[in-house]
């Protein structure tokens, strides 16, 4: 089982960045996907962002198309989500996800960590 510990949440001001971080540790290289998904108040999570372990396949969700970026740093065990251009609906909790399934299931979780997008 691959334990994941999310954190970089915090609020910011509409139009502004933040980057977030996920360390996983245990059974890592199970792991052949890792992605970042989010999950409003009254609203289904979703997946943001998924990106495979050779880091061929990258994928996004429309709704954050050319404003967050998906990385990796397998030294590490870590995985980033950097994003720009904030704005007041990408509020959520997020949370970062591995599968060993190629991004068909998740099946290992963190905790989440808080974005709040607010003028």
């Known amino acids: 089982q691959v334990q994941l510990v999310e954190s970089g949440g915090g609020s910011v001001q509409p139009g502004g960045s933040l980057r977030l971080f996920c360390a996983a540790s245990g059974y890592t290289y199970s792991s052949n996907c890792m992605g970042w998904f989010r999950q409003a108040p009254g609203k289904e999570r979703e997946k943001v962002a998924s990106i495979t372990r050779p880091g061929d396949t990258i994928v996004y969700d429309d709704s954050v198309k050319g404003r967050f970026t998906i990385s990796q740093d397998l030294a590490k065990n870590t995985i980033y989500l950097q994003m720009n251009s904030l704005k007041p609906e990408d509020t959520a909790m997020y949370y970062c996800?591995?599968?060993?399934?190629?991004?068909?299931?998740?099946?290992?979780w963190g905790q989440g960590t808080q974005v709040t997008v607010s003028s």
């Open positions: 996800a591995a599968s060993n399934s190629w991004c068909i299931d998740f099946n290992s």
